[in-house]
């Protein structure tokens, strides 16, 4: 099992960071390994039922995910479907002051075969590591 915890201390809100990262139909704009996204909200917009298409060097491998959101301050994340045998994460976003926040990810997980860990493995690592590295910079793009 791979654990992978990282925070950053980031110049922008906890709202601000917390939309970016809800944003899921967005991922495919900034997130190179995603090649397209299909969302499904729930009314109160607090549940919502992410499929998400990764290709990795020609290795394309779909998963859904269950999100439960919290708004401004957490998304719990945990497998539906998908090639591993076990995933589960959550972000949580943390006022510092009004233009300020931490954005601590945590993830777990596992695939479901040794052949897909084998190929995807490294690369799976080295993206969820700098996965909130690449929100950072989003947040550049999208807020300056």
């Known amino acids: 099992m791979t654990v992978v915890n990282k925070t950053l201390y980031l110049n922008y809100s906890a709202q601000q960071m917390y939309a970016l990262v809800e944003d899921i ?19 109160d917009n607090q549940t919502v039922l992410a499929e998400m298409r990764m290709n990795v060097m020609g290795i394309r491998q779909t998963f ?23 995933l589960e994460g959550e972000w949580v976003f943390t006022p510092i002051d009004g233009a300020h926040c931490s954005v601590a990810l945590s993830m777990r997980y596992v695939f479901s075969n040794g052949f897909l860990s084998r190929m995807l493995s490294p690369f799976f690592d080295a993206m969820t590591i700098d996965l909130v590295a690449a929100f950072k910079r989003r947040a550049k793009e999208v807020y300056g």
């Open 64 to 86: 859904t995910t269950r999100n439960k959101n919290t708004p401004y301050s957490s998304i719990k994340i945990q497998l539906q479907r998908g090639p591993f045998h076990e």
């Open 25 to 43: 139909e967005s991922y495919p704009q900034f997130l190179p390994w995603c090649d397209g996204v299909r969302v499904q909200r729930e009314a």
